[in-house]
């Protein structure tokens, strides 16, 4: 039982503002200087798990389900066409703030990968899940994401 | 057994290697709770304040609502005296983004005069004008406040503890 | 209910590095398929995953544990972190061992990790957050304070000399030069560590671990699922105790001359392995060795007090003789430990584990303890100076 005298609580309450006074630097590891260095020649590179024959798109060290090694493997390049899975629009950005122009994101599956890749759509007023897209590529590519400046219907 | 992994120098971490850069940008406002915004207010007019426990009659600093020995709540406040002994202390050379200090500052542990069963108190400064060598654990010190106009019920309401005359 | 009979079978590790190339995920991937080629199985005989990592702001990946399942084999499995700060390393195989020993499961892969490289301008900016956010942090605090602090309140308490204390970085540093996975193995001398650069009084460069990236993996089964597979006996240490303990976050009301949450913990374990005399000469001749978390040259021996392995204030005149040396009469840290190996926080602490089954089934190399070696504790310690973690292994067919 609390006690009942409440003098505990006669302060008014302060507040103290902090912040986390970091930032991070990360490499993209193994298999995703393989991958972005792809992005940068406009290949999209995929694995294959010989055991399960799962294609990753983007590429992994491993199969995550038969836990055997990758990054030996033959490397293929994937046809640069492929489908929505499923798509949103945004209109507020990460603040929450809105955003002048809003924007599609979607879940792709390029033909001849199992596995979906994350990334904007443009030049699209009416997406649709089933439609063919294609990446639309930057004119300076420099091993990154964004050397896909998103993917446009076919 | 293979010991596997792919050891960088800095330059190749920071400049070879193909990365990502991400700059968090969160802040935080915490509310001080019940017996913090106490303590902090405390500060504000320059007293230091404890609380006491009933069940097993001990007064620690900083306060909390409830003690974490007995699990029962405390029931009152304890204004303080604003000195205390110096638990144990370093001088530090060592920012927190690893840069060095020439003059170190000398992060200490007080505990509180009037603390009871065992002494307790909390994290400060002492004053970096005292010579090195006198520094000792045990050493008895008193609060140097900021100017009652410039606290604002912070920590940093008292600049830092001096030793005091014998 | 009795507890079943759980046994580590193998281990598996990757270098330590300041600054790795892989990624979290492929450190983790290295660490956990290394353990289970060296077990002799594959994923598909695991029941259960258990992910070990510290705070998650060194990686940078919030919820590093299920950013971690793929590369710790745990995808579609029960898998779980368990997370107490720097002591996780050896509370994830605790975890491993109640999940065996209650029954749960019979084949548990459990992954320690961290890559500390990832976060700038340095690992200080991230772990001066766990300083208290309302009356410490405002003070401008970072890490190596609190154990400057503590260092001289057990210095001041005992009368330890620094000199006692600087021969724990002299033996861990060297003992890594035999280590495959060290980082900073070196042939010290107790001036280099004396006169190494101060940086909060009375801690030095020298007497403290390194930052690094690692990863450590364990497999862990059922007595039943041993037998099972046709494991030896020789490649197999038994868990036969565990403890863990946690003190109150309010660091600045403790005794910090001695860590009683360490004790509780040690205990803990003890009683559970049967032994019920703790006094330390029975306990050194009970365990062959001790594998404790020594971050910095101090912790090791303030944990050697806290294990009941040397009275209060005497650990480090021991360490000082060479009663702790890898041939000594106690041998402690044959790994080379945090200071030498490196300091990947889960991951060092996991080490120290994989130490102690590595010097029990003979397979420590270089690093083997030149007497036979039965029984071995690890110990890890952490969140804000106040967790302490035990296990104790026994060689596969000690009794």
Known sequence: MLPKKRTMTDAPTHEVRGGFPVHYHYTVGIVGEIFFNGLKEKKLLAVTCDECSKTYFPPRMYCEDCFVELTDKEFKVLEQEGTIESFTKTYKDHRGDPLSEPYYLALIKINGADTVFFHKLVNVDEPKIGMSVKPVWSDSPKASLFDIIGFEPV | MKVRGTKLSHDEFMNKVISVDHHPEIEYAWATGIAISKFLEGLKQGKIYGAKCNDCNRVVCPPRIFCEECFSPMVEYVELPDTGVVNTFSLAYIRTDASRREKPEIPAVIDIDGTTLTPSGFLHLLDENISHDEIKVGMKVKAVWKPENERTGSITDIMYFTKMEE | ?399
Request: net charge negative; hydrophobic share 40%; glycine share 10%.
């Open chain 3, 1 to 399: 209910m009795k507890n079943r009979k759980v046994g580590i079978v193998s281990v598996g590790l990757t270098k330590f590095m300041r600054r790795a190339k892989e990624t979290p995920k492929e450190l983790a991937y290295y660490a956990a398929k290394t353990a289970l080629d060296e077990a002799g199985i594959t994923r598909r005989d695991v029941d259960a995953a258990i992910i070990g990592s510290a705070p998650d702001a060194f990686d940078g990946v919030h919820q590093k544990h299920e950013y971690l399942t793929d590369g710790a084999g745990g995808v579609n499995l029960p898998t779980m972190r368990g997370y107490v700060g720097g002591g996780t390393g050896v509370f994830s195989p605790i975890q491993g061992w109640y999940s065996i020993a209650s029954g749960m499961h019979d084949v548990v892969l459990v992954t320690t990790e961290e890559k500390m490289s990832s976060v700038l301008p340095s690992a200080q900016a991230a772990f001066n957050t766990i300083f208290d956010n309302m009356i410490e942090r405002p003070l401008g605090p970072n890490l190596v304070w609190i154990f400057a602090l503590e260092m001289r309140r057990y210095m001041e308490t005992y009368g330890i000399p620094k000199e006692h204390i600087a021969a724990v970085s002299v033996k861990n540093k060297g003992n890594a030069l035999d280590h495959p996975s060290a980082m900073l193995g070196q042939k010290l001398t107790i001036e280099d560590v004396l006169n190494s650069e101060v940086l909060a009084e009375p801690v030095h460069l020298l007497d403290i671990s390194p930052v690094a990236d690692g990863a450590v993996s364990f497999v862990m089964m059922s007595e039943e699922k041993i037998k099972e597979f046709g494991i030896s006996l020789d490649d197999v240490a038994w868990v036969e105790g565990v403890g863990w303990n946690v003190d109150t976050t309010m660091w600045t009301n403790r005794d910090l001359s001695y860590p009683k949450y360490v004790e509780k913990a040690a205990k803990q374990a003890y009683t559970m392995a049967g032994q019920k005399d703790h006094s330390p000469e029975t306990l050194r001749k009970w365990l062959s060795f001790a594998e404790p978390y020594d971050p910095f040259n101090y912790k090791e021996l303030h944990h050697l007090e806290g294990l009941q392995l040397f009275e209060k204030g005497k650990a480090p005149l021991a360490a000082y003789e060479g009663v702790t040396a890898r041939d000594g009469d106690f041998p402690v840290t044959p790994s080379g430990g945090l200071l030498g190996v490196g300091n990947p926080i889960a991951a060092a602490a996991g080490m120290k584990v994989a130490e102690v089954y590595l010097q029990l089934t003979g397979k420590a190399e270089k690093r083997q303890i030149p007497k036979d070696v039965t029984r071995g504790l690890a110990q890890a310690w952490g969140d804000l100076m106040q967790v302490g973690t035990v296990i104790i292994l026994k060689g596969g067919r000690v009794e």
